[in-house]
């Protein structure tokens, strides 16, 4: 039996721990095991790497307690922690760590019995004995069954100290155990995710289209092979890719296989899931961080034991630690949602693509707007290709028209957030009872406050940026840090009453529509409107069964959901985002009104989508009012091979932060030497102040890398690090973002 094991750590360095296995532990501990353990004065929970006979160079503490009999991280998901930690240059312990649910399934508790002499002591009790002796309450409950010591402590007091006496006398025994966790049954929690009550309900199963049963035929025949492939489902919005999927789960099932559906977004969660429990029912389980600690560590526990086969989650749902994997579904895999912004920085789809091929799984990779990347990789044969070029009945794609606001501006002589031909066709909506969505793609009222007088901004105390005026909350808010004050009377700076606010958001643009169109039931859905799952489904479901006219919000109205009442979409302002300084700025661009059209016409109605502009010309607008994928493609993989951006090359971001601007600068300085001299073929671009200079009270200064050779970029990568462990700096100082999607 092995003596020590190595543990990683949630803590931000490179190495494994050794621990002594008490002989308590040495036949029970093995790999993929969470363990406490001691780490200088605190006790942490790890996971078991490995286990050997190796006496380390110095003494090795005890192991405290075992969390898992069995291994909560199978060895698959070990090796994709480990790749994940490499590729990423993520320390192994918060990688391990977030791969993980958020809560234990267990919960320790002091069960209290009577020993052979205590239960002896109870029988000889007189009848009459004294109630209120606090001895002979204690022995006369535990003579009926063993109890929790937390359950005597409330019924009595003075319990812990008389317990201590009876311990003492050996007249009881107190013993640690481990109880499961309760949590809501599965059916509960799809209810919950889903908002109705009649989830099991099982639809009518829509007869499959030849396209779609061409692209079905690919995945099963990909399936069977039992070898690992990647498939690209490019589908125009409303093509039925998500009646694909749940076919191909079905295929996986009945070769014995399990399944996994990512969704990008918690809000996209409730109606997958409703979905697929009508399809497939207790064989579901659920996973997304919405879920509270217990809930999500139950539905864990399901996938584990085997007892739920297919797995519906956002991007952490690719840990989920299924057996025998068939098929991995990334739905909307072009979405932004899939990285993840805090260490470890992974992406959700390269992560199950990475999880598939050593599973030997197909993966399959959906979207109406694939981002370059991917369809790069079927353009050159890596991933299979699958269209779905018509929509389902042959419905046609909405009309879309372009308005141009310089020339509106020039006709009416008015600073107007409508156009007259925007609130014509909402007029027209109404009068015909059907329903508009209308999509500005920024929160809050104002986008910033300003002194007319002289020039002052109010900005963040946190933060380099101005603070947005939500006028229902009456407050100033940095959508960055959450930082929040009350809007002034006067400016801070010189004391001008002259206060004003410039700029719209989605809040604006509710109150202009309540204004415009005072009969109209208006809705608005944004992070300040449905800051959980619940009211997101309860906005979302109340527009769906026609209690509102108009749904106005953020990016949130573009994705995923399929309304046949609305056939009017209006875009506000389509040059959001696109003077970003992010090379990315033009593609999300083009896939952002592409989805948002793609809401429109999903029905027996014809759609129209209405996009006001003042930059009619631009590519990324123009090919989407055409609905021109591969002209977009086309043009913006010109751009990116040009300028030496991916797919054409391998990048990453390195920001150096800290609270005072002085260290900022001097470890930037520092960092610089180091990529002074790169190796050939890699392109150092900095150091520079980041777009957002300072976040969250931290000074950040970034350097961007191209290389054409990943494993030169990891390389150059680690050494960075490891030179910022030489340098002692703090252990939070360097970051490191490979396959960065947003450089500010």
């Given at each position: 039996?092995?003596?020590?094991?190595?543990?990683?750590?949630?803590v931000p360095?490179?190495?494994?721990?050794?621990?002594?296995?008490?002989?308590?532990?040495?036949?029970?501990v093995q790999a993929g095991c969470r363990v406490i353990v001691p780490f200088g004065v605190r006790k942490l929970t790890g996971v078991v790497v490995g286990c050997h006979d190796s006496q380390p160079p110095v003494e090795a503490r005890d192991v405290l307690r075992l969390v898992d009999e069995d291994p909560a991280l199978p060895l698959e998901l070990l090796e994709l922690g480990?790749?994940?930690?490499?590729?990423?240059?993520?320390?192994?312990?918060?990688?391990?760590?977030?791969?993980?649910?958020?809560?234990?399934?267990v919960r320790s508790g002091k069960v209290v019995s009577l020993t052979p002499a205590g239960m002896e002591a109870a029988r000889q009790l007189p009848i009459l004995a004294e109630a209120e002796d606090p001895v002979v309450a204690l022995l006369r409950a535990l003579a009926a069954r063993p109890l929790t010591e937390a359950t005597l402590k409330k019924k009595m007091p003075e319990a812990a100290e008389v317990l201590r006496s009876l311990e003492r006398k050996g007249l009881v025994a107190i013993e640690r155990v481990q109880r499961l966790r309760r949590a809501r049954s599965v059916r509960d929690g799809a209810v919950a995710a889903t908002g109705d009550p009649a989830v099991s309900a099982a639809p009518a199963r829509p007869a499959l289209n030849a396209e779609q049963i061409a692209a079905l035929e690919a995945v099963r025949a990909s399936i069977r092979s039992g070898a690992f492939r990647a498939l690209l489902l490019h589908g125009v919005t409303g093509s039925g890719k998500t009646e694909v999927y749940l076919h191909a789960i079905e295929a996986a099932l009945e070769q014995g296989r399990s399944a996994l559906l990512l969704v990008p977004e918690i809000a996209l969660t409730p109606a997958m899931a409703g979905q697929f429990y009508s399809r497939f029912g207790d064989a579901v389980a659920i996973l997304h961080s919405a879920f509270t600690d217990v809930e999500r560590a139950e539905q864990w526990?399901?996938?584990?034991?085997?007892?739920?086969r297919i797995v519906v989650g956002t991007r952490s749902g690719v840990f989920a630690p299924l057996e025998n994997l068939g098929l991995i579904v990334v739905d909307e895999e072009h979405d932004q949602s899939y990285k993840q912004e805090e260490t470890p920085r992974y992406h959700g789809r390269d992560a199950a693509l990475v999880r598939a091929q050593r599973a030997g799984a197909t993966v399959v990779l959906g979207s109406a707007t694939p981002c370059l990347e991917s369809r790069y990789n079927a353009a050159r044969g890596k991933y299979g290709l699958v269209e779905l070029h018509e929509r389902i009945e042959k419905r046609p794609l909405p009309a879309v028209h372009l308005i141009d606001l310089r020339q509106e501006f020039l006709e009416t002589r008015q600073?107007?957030?409508f156009s007259r031909r925007l609130v014509e066709e909402v007029e027209a909506r109404l009068a015909a009872r059907e329903q508009a969505m209308i999509l500005l793609n920024r929160r809050g009222f104002s986008s910033f406050v300003a002194c007319r007088s002289c020039g002052e901004r109010i900005e963040c105390r946190n933060c380099s940026v101005t603070l947005t005026y939500h006028r229902r909350e009456k407050r100033l808010?940095?959508?960055?840090?959450?930082?929040?004050?009350?809007?002034?009377?006067?400016?801070?700076?010189?004391?001008?009453e002259y206060i004003y606010f410039l700029g719209s958001g989605s809040e604006k643009v509710e109150e202009t529509l309540h204004q415009t169109f005072p009969r109209a039931r208006i809705a608005r859905l944004d992070r300040d409107t449905a800051r959980g799952r619940r009211q997101y489904e309860t906005i979302l479901a109340a527009f769906r069964d026609g209690q509102f006219d108009i749904l106005v919000g953020t990016q949130m109205i573009a994705k995923g959901h399929d309304i046949p009442n609305v056939t009017l979409v209006g875009v506000v302002s389509a040059d959001v985002g696109l003077g970003l300084p992010d090379f990315r700025a033009a593609e999300r661009t083009f896939q952002l009104l592409t989805?948002?059209?793609?809401?429109?016409?999903?029905?027996?109605?014809p759609g129209l989508v209405l996009i006001q502009t003042s930059n009619p010309d631009h590519y990324a607008i123009r090919f989407a009012a055409a609905h021109d994928y591969q002209g977009f493609y086309e043009k913006e993989l010109n751009f990116r091979r040009i300028m030496h951006y991916p797919p054409f090359t391998a990048m990453a971001n390195v920001i150096v932060r800290s609270e005072k601007l002085d260290d900022a600068l001097r470890m930037s300085a520092g960092l610089g030497e180091y990529f002074r001299d790169p190796p050939e073929n890699v392109k150092v671009l900095g150091p520079a102040a980041a777009p957002v200079v300072r976040l969250k009270s931290e000074y950040r200064y970034q350097f961007l890398l191209k290389a054409l050779s990943r494993r030169t970029l990891g390389e150059l990568l680690k050494g960075a690090r490891?030179?910022?462990?030489?340098?002692?700096?703090?252990?939070?100082?360097?970051?490191?973002?490979?396959d960065p999607l947003s450089l500010m």
């Open positions: 039996m092995p003596l020590y094991c190595d543990v990683s750590l949630p360095l490179d190495t494994s721990f050794t621990y002594a296995l008490p002989s308590t532990l040495q036949h029970r480990r790749w994940i930690a490499a590729y990423y240059c993520a320390p192994p312990g918060e990688t391990l760590r977030g791969m993980l649910p958020l809560a234990f399934e526990r399901r996938i584990r034991g085997g007892r739920a600073q107007s957030l808010l940095c959508h960055y840090c959450d930082y929040a004050e009350p809007v002034p009377s006067v400016c801070p700076k010189c004391r001008s989805q948002v059209a793609g809401r429109a016409g999903r029905g027996d109605l490891r030179y910022a462990e030489e340098q002692k700096w703090p252990a939070t100082a360097v970051v490191v973002d490979v």
